[in-house]
């Protein structure tokens, strides 16, 4: 499926790096001026050399330094009409590796944060069961638990570039995602414990905060990898995903993943609520919907460079780097383009290559300085790749929001400046 190696962009050897490197110290010229006349950040003694610091615990829960201000969640105001009702997206182009830190996981919320002490908390199973059971967070300690790393992807990631390019830059193109370690008791454990009667095939997960969020899951999934987490990144649940108590349904859009969990209902048939009809389902143009889109299908996008990531050297050595994740299992590889999609070469897929969880990828180049549309293409193990835009809305039409997928484009000009931009 893939074409020929892009000759315009040879990997790096040893001597090509030492030439790039050459190169752009010419090019920055006043950076080796300043070497040339002595660089006073090395000859003059600084205030962080003069002075002492802090002691410990001047910080009891520490904070990013205070030179990363800048690497926050946002929002677009316009996109909702209030807060409560909102989301705002993932920093993704300031981060690296695969793990999303606490403070930095986008949030969506219908009713805004339930704020639930943990002692207050009840979670209930109901329904088709043998015996109706109902646990305090004590209790679910109790049960065996297990560690997972998972990406959570809200199904309206990309909702706003179904049509064409619209928001400049990845945290608002892709954002919606973040991809955590959680601590938990598996679902099947729970439902076992109070016996799923035979005619019992679907579960109705609801929360407890003001939206009353409930989403019907069919019970192979409930039993296969779902799991009842209390604990993301080794830290209890930040009130804003959900503490203290949320459901985690792998590779699932984010919709299911019920937050501040107080109840599961077994029952015999889905209960097509408001979040399985009116919203989460796709308008095609023949007038039909799809329904139960569960499965977030592969995607990938380049974090860097990118809108918020400008190129800020010359030409030389570049890091391309960017994420891949498919609700399918894992990524098996990731395919970079520097001419809009005519020529792909294979990235390399670096960190934890986990099931269902972000994967990080690389292509390292020597850029001549000219201009480029980059993009990523990411395939799964089940060998499902991205569509381009084009392919996508041939097979769903202009009206859909959700499950957007398609290959995104980043046009970098000779300055650095990049763009969203979308070639099809
Ligand atoms: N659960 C409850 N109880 N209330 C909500 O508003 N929002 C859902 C889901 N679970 C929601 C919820 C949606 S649409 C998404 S995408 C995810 O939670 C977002 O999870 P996060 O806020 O941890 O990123
Ligand atoms: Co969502």
Redesign the pocket.
Known sequence: MSETKDKGTPSLSRRSLLKAGLASGVAAGAAGAARAAGDPLITEIQDWNRYLGDGVDAAPYGLPSEFESEVVRRNVPWLTADAV?S?NFTPLHELDGIITPNGL???????GV?QIRPQDHRLMINGLVDTPLVFTMEDLKRFPRENHVYF?????NGGMEWRGSQLNGCQFTHG?V?NVMYTGVKLKTLLEEAGVKTNGKWVLPE???A???TRSIPMEKALDDCLVAWKMNGEALRA???YPL?LVVPGW?????????RRLEVGDQPWHHR?ETSKYTDLLETGKARRFTWVMDPKSVITSPSPQMPVSHGKGPMVISGLAWSGNGRITRVDVSLDGGRNWETARIDGPSLSKSLHRFYLDIDWDGSEMLIQSRAMDEHGFYQPTKNELRAARGENSIYHNNGIQTWYVQKNGAVENVEVS
């Open positions: 009702a989301i996981c986008f949030e969506r919320h219908h009713g339930a959570l992807e809200c199904a309206a919606m973040h929360g407890a905060d939206a009353h969020m804003e995903q959900g949320r859009e984010g919709n299911m993943w019920v937050k501040w969990l979040e």
